[in-house]
C-alpha cells in the first residue's frame, strides 16, 4: 500500500480545506446531504447488528463502511470540515477568509442535518410498515439510548454538559484520524484500514458525534423518545458539536499543522 509521507499528507488538508471553503453552495449541500445520510444509514446498520447479536462490539466493527463509503465518494460531514477549512486560514491561502471558513461549516450542517434526518423517517417508515405497527426492538433501543444520552446527561447539570462536550472532542479526535487516514495512502485499500481504525475506536468508545446524533435523536423521538426537542439540542448537539469542534482541530488538525508544516528548526 502506497503510503504518503506526513510532510505530504498535510499539504493535502490543507489543500482540501481550501476547496471546501471555495466550494459552491449546490455542491457543498449536496455532498453534505449523502454524508449525512450515509453516516446514518450505517448508524442503524450497527444498531441492528448489536440488537440482533446482542455483541455491540460487533456493531462497532462494522460501523466504519458507512464512513468509508462517505469519504470514498467525496462527501463532507460536519466532523471533517471543522479540521480541514481552519487550516486553509491558518495557511493564509489567498481568499480564504474566516467568513467563508463559518459559511462552509453553516452549509456542510444543514446538509448533514438534513440527510440524517431524511433518513430518520425513512427507517421510521420501514419499521413500521407506514407507522401502522410496533416499531420493534430496534427502535425501542434507539428511543432508550435518545433518553439516555439527553435526559442522563442533564441529570448531573453542568458536569454533564461538560461530560458531553469532552466526549465531543474525543470522537473527533479519532473521527479527524479518519479523515485524514483517507488521505495518506494512494490505494483504496490502505485508504479504508487507515479509516476505519479510528473509527472503530470512536463507536465502540460510545463518544459523541454531532452527524451520527442527527439521526439518532430525531429518530428516537419518532419512536416515542420520552425527551424533547429542546433536551436533544442543549444536553447533546450543542454540546457534542463544540467538543467536536475544538477536539478534532486542537488534537488533530492543528497538531499535525504545527509539526510537519510549520516545523522548528532543527537543534545544533
Known amino acids: 500500500m502506497s ?17 471546501k471553503v471555495f466550494m459552491s453552495t449546490r455542491d457543498t449541500l449536496i455532498r ?53 477549512a481552519p487550516l486553509a486560514l491558518l495557511d493564509k491561502r489567498p481568499g480564504v477568509t474566516a467568513a467563508g471558513v463559518l459559511r462552509n461549516w453553516g452549509l456542510v450542517f444543514v446538509g448533514n442535518f438534513l440527510g440524517a434526518l431524511t433518513v430518520a423517517f425513512l427507517m421510521a417508515y420501514v419499521f413500521t410498515y407506514g407507522f401502522n405497527i410496533d416499531a420493534g426492538p430496534i427502535a425501542k433501543k434507539v428511543a432508550s439510548i435518545g433518553e439516555a444520552r439527553t435526559l442522563g446527561y442533564s441529570q448531573h447539570g453542568v458536569d454533564g454538559w461538560i461530560t458531553i462536550f469532552i466526549r465531543g472532542m474525543l470522537c473527533n479526535w479519532m473521527v479527524s484520524m479518519g479523515v485524514v487516514g483517507a488521505m495518506i495512502s494512494t490505494t483504496v485499500g490502505g485508504k479504508v484500514i487507515a479509516m476505519w481504525m479510528p473509527i472503530f475506536l470512536f463507536f465502540y468508545m460510545a463518544f459523541e458525534h454531532s452527524v451520527v446524533n442527527m439521526f439518532l435523536f430525531p429518530f428516537a423521538l419518532i419512536m416515542g423518545g420520552n425527551f424533547s426537542v429542546a433536551d436533544y439540542l442543549i444536553w447533546n448537539e450543542i454540546p457534542t458539536a463544540l ?14 499543522y504545527t509539526t510537519h508544516v510549520r516545523t522548528a528548526k532543527k537543534r545544533g
Open 32 to 84: 453534505a446531504y449523502m454524508a449525512g445520510a450515509i453516516l446514518a444509514l450505517a448508524a442503524v446498520f450497527a444498531i441492528t447488528i448489536s440488537v440482533q447479536t446482542g455483541n455491540f462490539l460487533l456493531g462497532a466493527i462494522l460501523f466504519p463502511v458507512g464512513f468509508c463509503m462517505l469519504y470514498l465518494m467525496g462527501f463532507d460531514l460536519l466532523t471533517g470540515v471543522f479540521v480541514l
Open 3 to 19: 503510503y504518503l509521507a506526513p510532510s505530504e499528507f498535510t499539504a493535502k488538508m490543507i489543500d482540501a480545506g481550501e476547496s
Open 243 to 256: 467538543g467536536n469542534l475544538v477536539g478534532g482541530l486542537a488534537f488533530t488538525g492543528l497538531t499535525l
